[in-house]
């Protein structure tokens, strides 16, 4: 089955433990990127990949840290966890660089930063 | 980037009503448009591409207005499963590619 999966799916940490979202799609995508999504804000770009090792900041890239070591993976790293770094994530790949085209999003992470 | 803007609602409609939603973008250079749909924090999922001609794709319609700068979505014989939440997104394609999501709006399809 086609799909984008994250994990983990709920995380629950404190103020400056380091963690790791993993994202992985199985389409062969070429362009994979990381939002987070806040009540009254909407969905926004944190980061973004054109294709492997080739990563690019978003809107609102403060506080995270992306790879993109093979085209499947595309993990979001936080370095520093802070409180307002809580929210829900989604990652999401799409076929071409182009940016014409579907963007296929993971199940998402919802993140608690005490 | 500048904004793509949407009326957050709720819509709250009965059902087997028609619903029409605005989405206003700013950046002339956009160059595709899409509409989503959101269930209740649930993973976003492609609900119709936005072509320049206008679209349709059974009760749902889409249209573009190049000249006044916005999409709409139209839903006709509104039902309760249409309940969610609908994201337009507008991408800029060009040197890169960030695409652009407005906030969502809200139906509620009520009995």
């Known amino acids: 089955e086609a799909q984008v999966t994250q994990n983990p799916r709920y995380l629950i940490t404190v103020t400056g433990k380091k963690l790791t979202v993993t994202c992985s799609q199985n389409?062969?995508?070429?362009?994979m990127s990381w939002y987070r999504q806040d009540p009254g804000l909407g969905l926004r770009q944190i980061y973004y990949?054109?294709?492997?090792?080739?990563?690019d900041k978003g809107d609102v890239p403060e506080g995270y840290k992306v790879s993109r070591k093979e085209k499947r993976n595309f993990p979001l790293i936080l370095e520093s966890p802070s409180p307002n770094q809580t929210s829900l994530y989604f990652c999401?790949?799409?076929?071409?660089?182009?940016?014409?085209?579907?963007?296929?999003f993971g199940p998402g992470t919802r993140l608690t930063v005490l | 980037r500048k904004e793509v803007e949407q009326d957050p609602g709720p819509f709250n409609v009965p059902e087997g009503a028609t619903v029409a939603f605005n989405c206003t973008y700013s950046?002339?250079?956009?160059?595709?448009f899409f509409w989503y749909r959101q269930d209740c924090r649930k993973e976003p999922k492609l609900l119709m591409s936005?072509?320049?001609s206008g679209n349709e794709d059974g009760r749902f319609t889409a249209q573009l207005n190049r000249a006044s700068q916005y999409i709409s979505l139209l839903i006709r014989d509104s039902k309760l499963s249409d309940s969610a939440t609908y994201l337009c997104?507008?991408?800029?394609?060009?040197?890169?590619?960030?695409?652009?999501f407005g906030r969502g709006t809200s139906l509620i399809v009520h009995p």
């Open positions: 999401a790949s799409s076929p071409y660089q182009g940016g014409s085209n579907e963007q296929f």
């Open positions: 389409m062969n995508h070429e362009y």
């Open positions: 990949s054109m294709n492997v090792e080739v990563t």
């Open positions: 950046n002339s250079a956009s160059q595709s």
């Open positions: 936005v072509y320049s």
């Open positions: 997104v507008v991408n800029i394609v060009g040197g890169s590619y960030i695409p652009t």
